[in-house]
């Protein structure tokens, strides 16, 4: 098969993040890294405090705000630390100590933040996927809610196991779901929720800067004990600059937000991710079963598409071939194995055909 290479050289990159991010925020960041708007200098050179960044830093939060449809009774951050630090903070700032806080365990990443909260709440599993192998999400009515949960956290996107919830919630306490892996590809509404966080890497940009969107009247809640650097209010009252922030990924963010608003924003994405995800997944179950995915179709993810070959090697095998035909990052995650296929926003639909194109050379010369 040929190489798949876009004009300036770069392949298809199919990683689960850091991901591809769009080939113009690309170029004008690569301009904007020696002498950006004629200062002389480039954003990564220059002062969090000046006009310049501090233009960038409002322009992201109204990008982002106009993207989602955040309503102004939302307050939005932006920190450091990954989503992994955010599985800390809400449990921190959120619930008193040792208050009662639900999870829904639908992959690895909301065991993670399960894990993460369990020495400052009362962590309590909801309902779980993992006796079945996360391959659906267990049914509503067998979920055990707590009366006194000060939170029910969720994933929205389990970015390992492809698995998505894809439902209404319906609960009565704060929702607080990582949307990691989700965040912009599809419509939402936010006020369905208590609290949203993503780190960038997937669907916004570049890794070291996470997203939070937090209904402002959750941040009056006590909480536990924390310092400042701890603290939602805290990052707030300092505009998301209580420290120095990372301001060439914020800036990088930035630009990914104004690309996808130009691109036709959330539905746009929406419409087009959902389509190709079906294209993908027909063409899995269209296989004989030489690939195969798991999870039950209505959880299906459209960011993030694992599936197996028949054994181990011809994995290997697969990811090795396509690696070097142009296709990269599928190779699945260690936990897991097989092949995963993420494809955020920033993938272009001829990578989707590429890969497709390849699957089925690939099954011709191994079924
Ligand atoms: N949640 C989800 C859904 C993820 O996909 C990831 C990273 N792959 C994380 C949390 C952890 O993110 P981070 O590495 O930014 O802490």
Not at 69 to 86: I, K, R, S
Not at 200 to 220: H, W
């Amino acid at each position: 098969m040929q190489l798949a290479l876009s004009a300036a050289g770069r392949v298809f990159n199919f990683s689960a993040g850091p991901a591809v991010l769009p080939e113009p925020v690309l170029r004008q960041a690569q301009q904007a890294l020696l002498n950006w708007q004629g200062i002389g200098a480039s954003v990564a050179e220059i002062s969090h405090r000046s006009a310049a960044f501090m233009a960038v830093a409002v322009h992201a939060e109204a990008d982002l705000r106009a993207l989602l449809e955040v309503p102004d009774d939302y307050a939005v951050l932006f920190m450091q630390g990954g989503a992994t630090l955010q599985q800390v903070l809400v449990a921190l700032n959120l619930a008193t100590p040792g208050q009662a806080a639900d999870y829904l365990i639908t992959g690895h990443w909301g065991k993670t933040a399960l894990k993460q909260a369990a020495p400052y709440v009362d962590a309590r599993i909801v309902a779980s996927g993992e006796a079945q192998g996360f391959c659906h999400v267990p049914a509503r009515e067998t979920w055990q809610l707590s009366a006194d949960a000060a939170y029910l956290h969720v994933t929205d996107n389990e970015t390992i196991h492809g698995v998505a919830l894809n439902m209404p919630l319906l609960v009565e306490v704060p929702v607080v779901a990582d949307f990691s892996s989700s965040i912009a590809s599809r419509p939402i509404r936010v006020r369905d929720y208590g609290l949203i966080y993503a780190g960038a890497q997937k669907n916004l940009g570049p890794s070291g800067i996470t997203v939070v969107i937090v209904a402002r009247d959750l941040l009056e809640r006590a909480g536990q004990p924390r310092a400042p650097m701890l603290d939602y209010r805290a990052h707030l009252e300092r505009d998301s600059m209580l420290n120095t922030p990372p301001t060439f990924n914020w800036y990088l963010l930035g630009l990914c937000l104004a690309w996808m608003r130009e691109q036709g924003g959330v539905a746009a994405f929406g419409a087009r991710n959902a389509a190709r995800a079906q294209k993908l997944y027909a063409a899995i179950d269209g296989s004989g079963g030489f690939y195969r995915n798991q999870v039950v179709a209505a959880h299906r993810s459209h960011m993030n598409v694992p599936f197996f070959l028949p054994t181990a090697d011809l994995d290997a095998q697969f990811v090795a071939q396509a690696n070097a035909c142009g296709l990269i990052g599928l190779k699945g995650h260690a936990r897991v194995g097989g092949i995963r296929a993420s494809l955020y926003n920033a993938l272009p639909d001829t990578a989707v055909d590429a890969l497709m194109d390849f699957m089925r050379e690939f099954q011709q010369r191994h079924a």
